[in-house]
T-cell receptor
Framework: NAGVTQTPKFRVLKTGQSMTLLCAQD?????MYWYRQDPGMGLRLIHY???????AKGEVPDGYNVSRLKKQNFLLGLESAAPSQTSVYFC??????????FGPGTRLLVL | AQSVAQPEDQVNVAEGNPLTVKCTYS??????LFWYVQYPNRGLQFLLK??????LVKGSYGFEAEFNKSQTSFHLKKPSALVSDSALYFC???????????FGAGTTVTVRA
């Protein structure tokens, strides 16, 4: 039981490049979330999903898109990366409104 | 809107001494409160939560937290800190009918030998 996994672990992008972060969970959780963590700001919610085929905006959605085509996967896309998107990205999942469980994170550096 | 405040950026204690990490919250209705811990270059690990019932909640690794409704606080405590407890601690809250967590900025705990 791997829990929540994220790929890649680390990535360097140039401004304007695109990429997709993948989150996978094997706990059959309905809800999934993408957060970004920046020093002194805690975690801020980017987008979330309450079920397969559904997505919704969080606190800081601008510059990101998401898709939940399969229940176990939640993808976060950056269409045109900016230096302000340099951050650590965490995926989480939960059984409906129960405790959220987090993945190990993806460190993204945008030059 | 819901929010969490962790008034201390850093907490330093000697090994064997009591550890307290403070958290206050604001939310409409009854709160669901959580504590998570993050070790360097790792994801967040769930420690404990308060949903309802006893105001003293016991969690993993000997941690506990006390819910105080009148003071809107949910402080994390450990009677005897270990060097291995050195980490970044986050308090989080959500409302009863909400599924979005709001996190505090985090408190860095350093336990010296």
């Amino acid at each position: 039981n791997a829990g929540v996994t994220q790929t890649p672990k680390f990535r360097v992008l140039k401004t304007g490049q695109s990429m997709t972060l993948l989150c996978a969970q094997d706990m059959n959780h309905e809800y999934m979330y993408w957060y970004r963590q920046d020093p002194g700001m805690g975690l801020r919610l980017i987008h979330y999903s309450v079920g397969e085929g559904t997505t919704a905006k969080g606190e800081v959605p601008d510059g990101y898109n998401v898709s939940r085509l399969k229940k176990q996967n939640f993808l976060l896309g950056l269409e045109s990366a900016a230096p302000s998107q340099t951050s650590v990205y965490f995926c989480a999942s939960s059984w409906y409104q129960e405790t959220q469980y987090f993945g190990p994170g993806t460190r993204l550096l945008v030059l | 809107a819901q929010s969490v405040a962790q008034p201390e950026d850093q907490v330093n204690v000697a090994e064997g001494n009591p550890l307290t990490v403070k958290c206050t919250y604001s939310v409409s209705g009854n709160p669901y409160l959580f504590w998570y811990v993050q070790y360097p270059n790792r994801g967040l690990q769930f420690l404990l939560k308060y949903i309802t019932g006893d105001n003293l909640v016991k969690g993993s690794y000997g941690f506990e937290a006390e819910f105080n409704k009148s003071q809107t606080s949910f402080h994390l405590k450990k009677p005897s800190a270990l060097v291995s407890d050195s980490a970044l601690y986050f308090c989080a809250v959500r409302g009863f009918n909400d599924y979005k967590l709001s996190f505090g900025a985090g408190t860095t705990v350093t336990v010296r030998a």
